[in-house]
């Protein structure tokens, strides 16, 4: 697998880039803004995007999506739980001051357990509500994508509409805690972290 961390827009939300060194295809995880300098990376990798996914609709994961999907025809994912933030993306990001793009409606609708294929690597869908209502994890290869989920350190914040923190926390301890300690996280923002590192000093998840 080859992965590449682009920190991006206005709240360095981390885009993952995902290829498959055996057909250069790539698969990019929450393209939140910064589309030109996304571009470009897959560019000078001769990696080609099929696949956008949204690991949930908050704008600042969502902000490149219009730009992305019409410069590479790439095909756009989300749960089906958070298709309506799609339509709100441009109100949202106006509540915090800020502005981004419209996004696209998705081609396909994930739900928990769906395959994502990008060549020869496959990610299992894990939904992980509490951040919000749709909010998925991405499993495969050793490595968990987990949006706005699980922090190095904390977890996500649960106070924006369709959040619930024990919601949040059940999808944790149950859907992501069960992997082994070795299984590298890779977190919406902030550094990555294991799920050993997690289960043993994150403050929120002791009994």
């Not at 894990?126 to 209502?133: A, E, I, N, Q, R």
């Not at 070795?182 to 994150?202: C, F, L, M, Q, S």
């Amino acid at each position: 697998m080859l992965l590449k961390t682009l920190p991006v827009g206005p709240l360095q939300v981390n885009c993952y880039l995902v290829a498959c060194p055996a057909t250069r295809t790539a698969l990019v995880i929450d393209p939140g803004g910064d589309s030109e300098d996304i571009l470009r990376v897959l560019a000078a990798d001769d990696w080609q995007p099929t696949l956008i996914v949204n690991t949930h609709g908050h704008f600042d994961h969502v902000g490149g999506n219009l730009r992305l999907t019409e410069a590479t025809g790439a095909e756009l994912l989300i749960h089906q739980l958070d298709r309506p933030l799609l339509d709100r993306v441009t109100q949202h990001a106006a509540a915090f001051g800020l502005s981004t793009d419209p996004s696209p409606q998705p081609n396909r609708l994930l739900k928990d357990g769906d395959i994502i294929d990008v060549g020869t690597l496959s990610f299992t869908v894990l939904h992980t509500p509490g951040h919000s209502p749709g909010g998925i994890c991405l499993a495969g290869h050793g490595h968990l994508f987990v949006g706005d989920t699980l922090f190095a350190g904390s977890v996500g914040r649960t106070d924006l509409p369709g959040g619930d923190h024990q919601t949040l926390i059940d999808s944790i301890q149950h859907r992501l805690l069960p992997f082994s300690d070795n299984t590298i996280v890779h977190p919406g923002h902030g550094p990555d972290t294991t799920i050993g590192a997690e289960r043993k000093h994150n403050p929120f998840l002791r009994p």
